[in-house]
């Protein structure tokens, strides 16, 4: 038991306490609950570019007439998921080689080493990199330099007289398996 | 059982002490102010006026930010446009673009100089720790500012340089392919990059910083001003802030007008010298077009982040990945940790000789490298083969199959390497003195199977190419000095 004494006129009594220690611990309790229900969708909105496998689609880079065969040529096509407002940078180049008939390479445009835009030098029959000094042979494979690894490839088909190639997003070092 | 309480008690134990920490830098309380209206007489001096100097261009660079996003459209198919009209259009626009990219580099510049006179003067030592671990997050955010500003002068170099920053941070291990998702908000560098971009520029950022900026000054006027460093005066915790008191009480001075003349003189110098370079430097680009499908390009950073790419294009390629992910991440956590490793004894630089000798070793690989990276002698030179001619000199009195050769190296892109005459790339070796260094039979090895961070030609080259380029280069060597001949075996070789 608790003197009267100690209880001043504004303290309140145990049960009085233990109430506002109820309301305390439920008014945390209820707040926490809008806040993690608050985060769900926000987080769930801010991680929405993570969603994976709808980023590469089957994009036509014109009848395969145009690339002469033994030869490699810049290519351009415009990424399948743009949106009006991105603009110019939706104009996405890569090197096509043709070796024969319907036997292909297709470089992405980024170097392995940083990611800068490689280019072919059909006399030297390497693909140099501007900014490290990265260089690749013909079919990719890396020659010299900085680079860790050869070109990153897209996968491709020839159909209906046109070549294709499953593109979609910029190719990096880890990029997850789709 | 002993052992758990024990822990339990350290553990309360650390916590007061984390408390009392706090509460002496951050509380209201009278016992942690310092004689906040005055300043030590040795802390009057043109060696303390950088901080206030930064202030002043963190306000001016606000002003002209916020002029600048009345008209900036950032939208990845209109920032460009919009910069063009900013430089040709709105009047004094570009006058403003100028304000703002030379403010920056006054801000950071000013901010480091601040940096390494606190770091000099020892003045981060206590109680002045949470000001300097404030103050480098604020360069670290300043410098995040700077990487995203440039991104908004959304030209064909921001859209490279952002890849370069992508494919850095795609080589985290396991998480690197979502980070770049993540940063990129898409699967491309687009519309939604430039937006993130903006929005950390624009709203996350100066909010950060303006909040820190507060605390950082309400620190300074808390604790007071540090004094003159002595060789020999220790900073102890148990006397430093009767000391300061004493000293202050002594000989201090009125914080206003005295304690600012200096400064005020100093950021009105740096304001007006900021007036005159913008008038006359101009604003930075735009340049290209942000268009990825013009790939005639060769992206830089901005001074700031020079020795970045330097030490990017110099360290052998196995370092990249764990200098950038995990020696970098270090050094700044140790530069954040500094005041916590050493929080007293002597201030004066003379005598924190390990302090002096880190210091002048990471200055001297930071401005090394920056001013390799104003030139970039590791990047190739791509234009050099059909832009820049052999020097008639070493074409004079040559051998057709010599002179095959010179033409050949041309065609073959060798010059976007080498440099003949002082022009070419400077990636490999100049070919001016190639002859003296290797024998005909090494210089045919060198050309077909390459070796350092040269690509073999086997290849590319015929058999008669190869003759003809050595032959030429075999050339390349001093009037009075003699090509390289293989000593061991002369009789065998001839050379």
Known sequence: ?178 | MRDGESAVTKLKAAQRAIIEWMRLRLSSSQRANNAPSRVPRSAVSWGYVFGSATFVVLLLELVTGLCLALVYAPSADNAWQSLLYLNYQQPLGWYLRALHYWGSNFLLALMIIHLVQVFVLGAYKYPRELTWIGGVLLLLLMLAMALTGEVLRFDQEAYWDLAIGFALAGRTPIIGGYLVHFLMGGPIIAGATLARMFTMHVLILPAVILGLTGLHLLLVYRLGISEWPMPGRLVRRETYLSNYRATLDREGEPLIPTGLRKDLIFAALIVLGLIVTAAIMGPKGPNGAPNPSIIQTRPHPDFFFLWMEALMGLLPAWLDTPFALIVLPILLLGLFALPLISPTGERHILRRPLSMVIAIIVFAVLITTTWLGTYDPWSPDMNAWSATPIPIAYLKGRTPLELQGAILIQAKQCRNCHSLGGSGGMRGPRLDTTATRLTRNELIRQILQGGGNMPGYGKALRPAEVDAIVAFLMTMHPTNEPPARNSARPAVTGG
């Open chain 1, 1 to 178: 038991m608790i003197e009267s004494s100690e209880i001043g006129p504004n303290d309140p009594s145990p049960a009085e306490s233990s109430r506002r220690g109820f309301l305390l611990r439920a008014g945390i309790l209820l707040n926490a609950l809008a806040l993690a229900a608050l985060a769900i969708p926000i987080v769930g909105y801010l991680l929405g570019p993570l969603k994976r496998g709808v980023f590469l689609k089957w994009i036509s880079l014109g009848p395969i007439g145009t690339f002469p065969e033994n030869q490699t040529r810049l290519a351009i096509y415009t990424n399948p998921f743009r949106q009006p407002w991105d603009g110019t940078t939706a104009e996405i180049p890569c090197w096509v080689r043709r070796l024969n008939g319907n036997s292909f390479q297709v470089f992405a445009i980024n170097c392995s080493h940083l990611g800068c835009p490689v280019r072919w030098f059909p006399e030297a029959e390497l693909f140099m990199c501007p900014c490290h000094g990265g260089t690749f042979h013909s079919d990719g494979e890396r020659a010299a330099g900085p680079p860790p690894r050869s070109l990153y490839q897209y996968p491709y088909k020839v159909e209906s007289g046109e070549l294709w190639v499953k593109a979609g997003e910029m190719p990096v070092m880890r990029l997850p398996k789709a």
